[in-house]
C-alpha cells in the first residue's frame, strides 16, 4: 500500500499554484459549488421548446416526495387514448390505486424470494439484496404492465392521493420493518422444513397485515363504481357499475403486450440483439414477466422517433439527475463544464459508466414530441411528472447528446422492429442477477 | 396460499381488515396525517422531559447542515468541550472543512490502493461492486478521524471556514465519485495490461494532483501555518502566533489518541463479545490508524459511558438516529410511535435481529453530554447534536435508556475506564483483529 506523503502533498500545493487563474476558479466554486460555476446558456434557441413533432397532450401530474415515477410515466402514455376518444384532455387516474397494489404485489414477490433463497445464509449477496429494499416506491414498465393487466385502473377522483401516497417515506419505513421480520419468520419455518401448506398458511397471514397496513395508509381499493365528467365539449356523461377491469377495457383500450422495452446497454457481458429477464424482479408473480430487447444505441432513437411520428408517446428510462437543471427544465449533454473548470477530463463512455455503477436509471418519463431538422432529432419534448412548476408547465426539454448519453431504455410497439429484432423476442430470455444495472 | 395473490386472498385480507376493531377511524387518521403523527404518543414527550442527574458543562450546538460528517462533528465536539472548559472559550468551534479537506483527499488514495488490490477480481464481484457503489463519501469512524489528526493536526473554524460545497456536499460527491471511477477504470486496465509498479505509482500520483485541486477550489487551502486570535469568557484578548495544526492539537486539545477505544454492542452471532473487531476496506488515511472496534455486552458497555460521563468527560456514540425518533421535538424514545397499537401487529425485532436482516445499522454518530440516574439507574440520556439550534432543545437531544439499548451501537471511552482484562484483549489482538465483511453493519457509519 502506498501512503501519501508530505513531499507529495507539498509538490500538489506547487501544481496548484501555477494552475491559470486558480484563485479565482477557487473562489467560485467555494462560493456557489461546481455546478453553478460551470453550467453552460440554458436559454439558448437550441434548447427553445419548439418541435416539429408535438403531440396533443394534456396537464402534467405531480408525484410529490414519492418514487413512482415509473407509474406516472406509464400513466401518462396509455391516458392519450382516453384524452382523444372520449375528449378528455386533463384526465388523470388514480395513481394510488396501482400504488396499493403494487406494494401488496411486491410484499408477495418479496416473501417469494425470501422462500426461495432460505437455504442460504444471511449474508449472502442475493438475500442481503432483498433485504435491503423489501418493498419500495420505484419500478419499471413491466411492472406497471402486470399490475394494470391484474387489477385495471380508475380516475382519480375514485381512489385520490392521501397523506401517505404523496410522501412515502413513513410507510416505507414501517413497511420494511414489518417484512424484514417476516423474513425471519420465513426462513425458519423454511429451515425447520415445515409443510408447504403451513408455509402457505403463514404467508397469507402476514400478507393480510400488509393489506391492513395499505389500507390505512393508501384507503381502500374500489371494487366497483360509477364514472361521472363533463368532456371538453362541457357534455355530461354518467357511466355507472364499472369495475377497474372494465374501466380500463372500455376507456384505455391498451395491449400492453403490443410493446416492448428496448435497451441499449453496450456492457461487455451483454450482446444485442439478445433478449434479458429479471425474475426476481418481477413483481406480479406470474404475470407479464420483465422483458428487455437490447439493441445498438442507435436504435433506441430511430424507434422512438417512428413511434412519435405514429402519433405515440414513448415511456423512456433514463438518469434524470445527470446534467440536468430542474427549475429551467432543461436536460442537455455536458449542461455543467467541470472539464473546463477544474481542468481535468471527466469524461467517461457509456460503457465504463454502466461497468463502474456510475450509471443510474433514475427516473422514468415520457417522450410527447421531436425537433427533426435535415432528418435528425436536434431534441426531444419530455412529459415529466414534478409538477408544472418546473420547466415549460411541467415539460422538459432533452437535447440529442443527452439523449445518446442517459437514456437507457424505450418503450416501443413491437411492430415498429424489424423482422430480425422481432425473431429475437421469441427467443428465451436470459436471466440476470437482481443488481444488474437493467433492474 | 399459492405464490400468486389470488382473488380470494384479497377477499379473505378485506375481511380481516373489516373484522380489525377500530379499523375504519385508524384509517381515516392515518391517510389525512400520516403514520407518524397519527401513532404519537404524549407519554413519552412527559417521560423524555430534559433534566438529567449528572449534565456537563457545554456550549452552543454546530450545524453539519447538508453533508454527512456527523462522525467528525461528534468528534470535534468531544474535543472542545475540553478547550472551552480550560482557555474559557465557550462556544469555540474547530474546522469542521479542515478534516474534511484531508479526509477526502486520504479517502481517494484508500480507494486507489482497493481498487489495486481488487484488480485481478472481476468487475461484478461483491468487493468491487461494493467499493464501487460508493468510492467516497462523508461518512466516517472514531479511528478515521483520529487518523487524520495524528497526521494533520486540527485548526480553529476561524482558520478555514465552512464553503458551500463542505455544507452542501452533493455536488462535490458526484464530481468526486464521477473521477475515481474513471480512474479506477484506468488502474484495472494498467494492472490487466502488466504494467509496472512504477507506472502504475506515477499514474496513481497524476490521479491525486487533480483530486487535490477539485478539493482545494471546492473546500479551499489548507494552511499549514496561522495565528490564533480570541476573547476569552472574561473578555481578555490573546493572540497564539505561528501556530501549525499539529502544534494547535497539541496544545490547546493535547489529547493522546491511543488512549481512547471504539467499543460497540453487536449483539448478532458472528461477533462474540470480548473481541476485537475490524472492517475491510473501511478506512482513509493509508498507513495510518485503522479501526478497531471491542465488541461488549450491553451492560458493561453501558457503565463505560456512565462512568466516563461522571468523571466529566462527553462520549462519542453511534447510532441508528432514524429509529424511533422526533427530529423536531429531539426525542429518540422506543415509546414514541405506537405502532404496535396503531396497526394491531407486533413489530417487535431483537437488536441482534435487526442488524442480521439489515433493519437497523449505524447511521449517525453524536455525543453523550449527561445522563439521568434515578435508583442507581439510568432512565434517559442527554445527546448533544450536529444538526442546529432549531431541533430539539437549542440542538440537544433526549434519548431514552431503553432507545439507547436498542439502538446505540458504539461508545469511544478512554481506556482508563476499562478493566485490566479488556486493555489485554485490546492489547493482544491488535495486530490481528477479527475482519468483518466491507458491508458489516458495523462499517455502515462510514459507508453512506
Redesign the interface.
Known sequence: ????TFD??K???E??AH?PA?AA??RA???????AASREAIDGEDMKPVFSLDLDTGSVANQKKSGRCWLFATLNTVRHGIADEFGLKDFEFSQNYNAFFDR??KA?LFY?NILASADKP??D?EV?TY??GPDQDGGHYDQAAALIEKYGLVPKSVMPE???SN?TA??N??L???L??D??VLRTLKQQHASDDAI??K??EL???V???L??????PPTTFDFEYRDDKKQYHRDTGLTPQTFFKKYVKWHFDDYIVVASDPEP?KKYQQLYTIKAANT????HPLTILNLPPERLEQLALAQLQAGEGVWFGNDVLADMDRKSGTLKGGLFN?ND????D???DKT??I????AEMSHAMTFTGADVVDGKVTKWKVENSWGKDNGHDGYFVADASWFDQYVYEVVVRKSLLTEAEQAALQTTPINLPV?DFLN | ?????TSS??D???Q??QA?PG?TA??KA???????TTAENTDSKVAMTPTFSIELETGAVANQKQSGRCWMFAALNTMRHGIQAQFKIKDFELSQNYTNFWDK??KS?YFY?NVLKTADQP??S?KV?FL??TPQQDGGQWDMLSALIEKYGIVPKSVMPE???SN?SN??NG?L???L??D??KLRKLVADKASDADI?AA??KM???D???L??????PPTKFDFEYRDDDKNYHIDRELTPQTFFKKYVGWNLDDYQSIINAPTADKPYNHLYTVEMLGN????REVRHLNLDIDTFKALAIKQLKAGESVWFGSDV?QSSDRQLGILDTNIYK?DD????D???TKA??L????SLMTHAMVLTGVDIVDGKPTKWKVENSWGDKVGEKGYFVASDDWFDQFVYQVVISKKYLPTELQDVIKNEYAKPTVL?P?DPMGALASR
Open positions: 500500500m502506498s501512503e501519501i507529495q502533498i509538490a500538489f500545493q501544481q496548484l494552475h486558480a476558479r477557487s466554486v467555494q462560493n456557489v459549488g461546481p455546478q401488496l404485489e408477495n417469494e444471511l449474508d449477496r442481503a433485504l435491503s392521501t397523506y401517505n410522501k413513513e410507510l419505513s414501517v420494511n420493518e414489518k424484514r421480520k423474513a425471519k402457505a398458511a404467508k397469507r400478507l393480510s397485515v393489506y391492513r397496513i389500507a390505512y395508509t393508501f384507503g381502500n457481458s406480479v408473480v406470474e404475470r467541470y473548470l477544474f481542468d481535468v471527466f469524461h467517461v465504463d459508466r461497468v463502474t455503477t456510475e443488481w | 396460499m399459492s405464490a400468486e395473490i386472498d384479497l379473505q385480507f378485506k380481516d381488515l380489525t379499523a385508524l384509517q392515518v391517510m389525512n396525517n400520516g403514520i407518524n483527499f486520504e488514495n490502493e468487475l461484478d461483491r461492486a464501487l457503489a464553503t458551500y460545497n452542501k455536488e462535490l464530481l465519485n464521477l473521477k471511477r474513471k479506477a477504470v505509482e496513481k500520483q491525486l494532483a487533480e487535490y485541486r477539485i482545494a477550489y471546492a473546500l479551499g487551502n488515511v493509508v498507513g495510518g432514524g405502532k396503531l396497526f394491531n401487529t413489530f417487535t425485532m435481529e435487526r442480521d436482516y439489515g433493519e465483511a458491508w
